[in-house]
């Protein structure tokens, strides 16, 4: 009689992911949607392009006043979009 190895499919299939190279392009897509949802409706209707370079968020913004209140918060966002997808995909957060 054999033992069975079993094993979470969710588990399996971030580790073939990860085997192709394609784990980090998933989180970081995840990460992009969920600005809208870490960030709240009111800062996302202001959002006009966000993007991830070099592990930085780059979020265009079209109101220079929130620009400089979220330029404070940087940290918060920081830890917050990570803790989302449940990895540390961005370091920094720039708002343009």
């Keep these: 009689m054999f033992k069975r190895r079993e094993q ?33 409706e009111v800062i996302a209707r202001y959002t006009t392009n966000v993007v991830i370079r070099n592990q930085t968020l780059f979020v265009s913004l079209n109101a220079p006043a929130l620009r400089a209140d979220l330029s404070m918060r940087r940290q918060e966002f920081v830890q917050k979009l990570n803790n989302y997808v449940g990895n540390q995909v961005i370091a920094d957060i720039r708002f343009c």
Excluded: F, H
Aim: glycine letters at 10%; zero cysteines; charged letters at 20%.
């Design 8 to 40: 979470a499919i969710g588990d399996l299939i971030m580790r073939n992911l990860r085997a192709q190279g394609l784990e980090t392009p998933l989180l970081q897509k995840r990460l992009v949607e969920a600005w809208p949802m870490v960030a709240g």
